[in-house]
T-cell receptor, first 114, second 113 residues
Framework: DAGVIQSPRHEVTEMGQEVTLRCKPI?????LFWYRQTMMRGLELLIY????????DSGMPEDRFSAKMPNASFSTLKIQPSEPRDSAVYFC????????????FGSGTRLTVV | GESVGLHLPTLSVQEGDNSIINCAYS??????FIWYKQESGKGPQFIID?????DKRQGQRVTVLLNKTVKHLSLQIAATQPGDSAVYFC????????????FGRGTSLIVHP
């Protein structure tokens, strides 16, 4: 099992540019979660999907953030335009919906917006 | 280990000592709890879990204690090793709800050789 796979591991971009973060969940997991981690706020849930459908995006900070899950094996988190305050580590996690087992995180993408 | 403000609480121990990391959870209805370990540059990794019908569960070198009366969890690490240095998070889940963990702010464990 390859686990939850995120790319890129590191991203440095200039303010105003579009950033796309990618996630491949564990095969067989039908829930996917995007988190942001900062020293100020800790781990924040941004959005989660069940069976590729967004269920709760109340954690998305503002309209500059969007997330998609076109199929069961791929999700993207896009920031457009990016701002320095978006600098953080972004994690993707997946699990089997309806259970509390197997909640697994990826290694994260460290985003720096300069 | 309550975490407030900008700084994580830190626990410094000597290699070989036992470590105890504490966590207060918020929802008295939560019935499933997980401890995660996050090493530098990595995502949180599952360590051990416990359900609310138990008050103690043991793993390899780790023990989790649950006190539902005061909504408190602790993680005990026996014979702490330098490789145990990491940030430790507790998470609470309401099974039968959204099954989404609510994470604490974390405690930084530093193990000195």
């Amino acid at each position: 099992d390859a686990g939850v796979i995120q790319s890129p591991r590191h991203e440095v971009t200039e303010m105003g540019q579009e950033v796309t973060l990618r996630c491949k969940p564990i095969s067989g997991h039908n829930s996917l979660f995007w988190y942001r981690q900062t020293m100020m706020r800790g781990l924040e849930l941004l959005i989660y999907f069940n069976n590729n459908v967004p269920i709760d995006d109340s954690g998305m900070p503002e309209d500059r953030f969007s997330a998609k899950m076109p199929n069961a094996s791929f999700s993207t988190l896009k920031i457009q335009p990016s701002e320095p305050r978006d600098s953080a580590v972004y994690f993707c996690a997946s699990s089997r919906s309806g259970t509390d087992y197997g909640y697994t995180f990826g290694s994260g993408t460290r985003l720096t917006v300069v | 280990g309550e975490s407030v403000g900008l700084h994580l609480p830190t626990l410094s121990v000597q290699e070989g000592d036992n470590s105890i990391i504490n966590c207060a959870y918020s929802n008295s209805a939560s019935d499933y709890f997980i401890w995660y370990k996050q090493e530098s540059g990595k995502g949180p990794q599952f360590i051990i879990d416990i359900r609310s019908n138990m008050d103690k569960r043991q793993g390899q070198r780790v023990t989790v204690l649950l006190n539902k009366t005061v909504k408190h969890l602790s993680l005990q690490i026996a014979a702490t090793q330098p490789g145990d240095s990491a940030v430790y998070f507790c998470a609470e889940i309401l099974s039968g709800g959204s099954y989404i963990p609510t994470f604490g702010r974390g405690t930084s464990l530093i193990v000195h050789p």
